[in-house]
């Protein structure tokens, strides 16, 4: 990054939508929505069975992976209702470029041999939907530099010093 610019997302309403309303859009959007329901019936059924006969150790490995597992599908989740609302009208694609809508980075720590093999299975399914979403991403949104308003910045930089 070049010192004075910061990155900023521009949309690209033309994209968007027709992304928005691709078959490839209703296809994932459904596929997420599918497996945020699978995983679901799994951790509040056989998945908290597995658990109560684990190890201590195993259950702190089971009880991260759930929770890395339904913060990432809560995202694409949110992702995806953003998108929805973009191609029904409801918000601009303008709107939908706010960097807090987007989807970030993924944190993909390795799988601990010690969760069960469904539970294993569920991330995996949920990663790579999460690589799938993050391609639809980057291509309905682009990343630019803006440069940094060096007046605004040093009057910025004036309140914080004079600020009580």
């Given at each position: 990054?070049?010192?004075?610019?910061?990155?900023?997302?521009?949309?690209?309403p033309g994209v968007i939508l027709?992304?928005?309303?691709?078959?490839?859009?209703?296809?994932?959007?459904?596929?997420?929505?599918?497996?945020?329901?699978?995983?679901?019936?799994?951790l509040d059924g056989i998945g908290?069975?597995?658990?109560?006969?684990?190890?201590?150790?195993?259950?702190?490995?089971?009880?991260?992976?759930?929770?890395?597992?339904?913060?990432?599908?809560?995202?694409?989740?949110?992702?995806?209702?953003?998108?929805?609302?973009?191609?029904?009208?409801?918000?601009?694609?303008?709107?939908?470029?706010?960097?807090?809508?987007?989807?970030?980075?993924?944190?993909?720590?390795?799988?601990?041999?010690?969760?069960?093999?469904?539970?294993?299975?569920?991330?995996?399914?949920?990663?790579?939907?999460?690589?799938?979403?993050?391609?639809?991403?980057?291509?309905?949104?682009?990343?630019?530099?803006?440069?940094?308003?060096?007046?605004?910045?040093?009057l910025e930089r004036l309140r914080?010093?004079?600020?009580?």
């Amino acid at each position: 990054m070049i010192a004075g610019v910061k990155p900023a997302f521009a949309a690209r309403p033309g994209v968007i939508l027709d992304q928005a309303a691709a078959e490839l859009f209703e296809r994932t959007f459904r596929e997420g929505m599918d497996l945020i329901d699978e995983v679901t019936a799994y951790l509040d059924g056989i998945g908290r069975l597995e658990c109560r006969r684990m190890s201590r150790g195993a259950a702190a490995d089971y009880a991260a992976e759930s929770m890395r597992l339904t913060t990432r599908l809560m995202k694409v989740a949110a992702w995806l209702m953003m998108q929805r609302s973009v191609r029904e009208g409801v918000t601009s694609p303008e709107a939908a470029a706010d960097p807090r809508y987007r989807l970030g980075d993924p944190t993909s720590p390795r799988l601990s041999p010690q969760v069960p093999a469904t539970l294993a299975f569920l991330s995996r399914r949920a990663d790579r939907l999460h690589d799938r979403v993050s391609r639809m991403d980057r291509q309905m949104y682009v990343e630019i530099e803006v440069a940094a308003n060096p007046v605004a910045s040093q009057l910025e930089r004036l309140r914080f010093a004079f600020a009580s």
